[in-house]
């Protein structure tokens, strides 16, 4: 059975760095698109950004680009977005889900994790 | 790649045919997936390739279209199937999402 299960809620202040997890299991971690949504509360979703972790191919948003950095370990099947300093807007929901096709990021998620809640605040 | 989904929301009862389109700012050939999202929870795959229904997916639910215009219908609304609905093109990066279809109770 495939799994995504993210890190647990956060909460932090401005300024602060963060990383949460996703730990994926029941597939081969390395052949498959796997990325990063954010939800802001009551609000649509915005693509973040994707990671094949076979070779680390990362493509992300221009919105996100240089804001955030996702990465992957295939040691332990996990993939990660961090970021080096928070600001208040940065409070939402993040889901982490894994491209349904094998090697290809052309359509769409089917696994999702279950979220992680980043509040930050001062 | 900008989407537009209309309308925003709808109102519908139980036994409706409901259409949702969603329009591209350029082509994405068939690239466009549709999911569901309920409260707390995180979306679902419900359409890719435009067209494909995911496994699992009842049969209520079909997908049309290509380039730039799609539609998602559902061919009689179930209870279970007041959600947002969002669409998600997949054919050059950021593979940027509508803004999402709130479906209620009429």
């Known amino acids: 059975e495939v799994q995504l299960v993210q890190s647990g809620a956060e909460v932090k202040k401005p300024g602060e760095s963060l990383t949460i997890s996703c730990k994926t299991s029941?597939?081969?971690?390395?052949?498959?698109?796997i990325g990063w949504v954010r939800q802001l509360p009551g609000k649509g979703l915005e693509w973040m950004g994707i990671?094949?972790?076979?070779?680390?191919?990362?493509r992300y948003s221009p919105s996100f680009q240089g804001q955030v950095t996702i990465s992957a370990d295939q040691s332990t099947t996990t993939a990660y977005l961090q970021w080096s300093s928070l600001k208040a807007s940065d409070s939402a929901m993040y889901y982490c889900?894994?491209?349904?096709?094998?090697?290809?990021?052309?359509?769409?998620?089917?696994?999702w994790g279950q979220g992680t809640l980043v509040t930050v605040s001062s | 790649i900008q989407l537009t989904q209309s309308p925003s929301s709808l109102s519908a009862s139980v036994g409706d045919r409901v259409s949702i389109t969603c329009r591209a700012s350029?082509?994405?050939?068939?690239?466009l997936t549709w999911y569901q999202q309920k409260p707390g929870k995180a979306p679902k795959l419900l359409i890719y390739?435009?067209?494909t229904l995911q496994s699992g997916v009842p049969s209520r639910f079909s997908g049309s279209g290509s380039g730039t215009d799609f539609t998602l219908t559902i061919s009689s609304l179930q209870p279970e199937d007041f959600a947002t609905y969002y669409c998600?093109?997949?054919?050059?990066?950021?593979?940027?999402f509508g803004q999402g279809t709130k479906v209620e109770i009429k």
């Open positions: 998600q093109q997949l054919n050059s990066y950021p593979h940027t």
């Open positions: 990671i094949y972790p076979t070779d680390s191919d990362t």
């Open positions: 889900a894994r491209q349904w096709k094998f090697s290809s990021p052309n359509y769409g998620f089917e696994y």
């Open positions: 350029q082509g994405v050939s068939s690239y």
């Open positions: 029941g597939y081969r971690f390395s052949t498959y698109w």
């Open positions: 390739a435009a067209s």
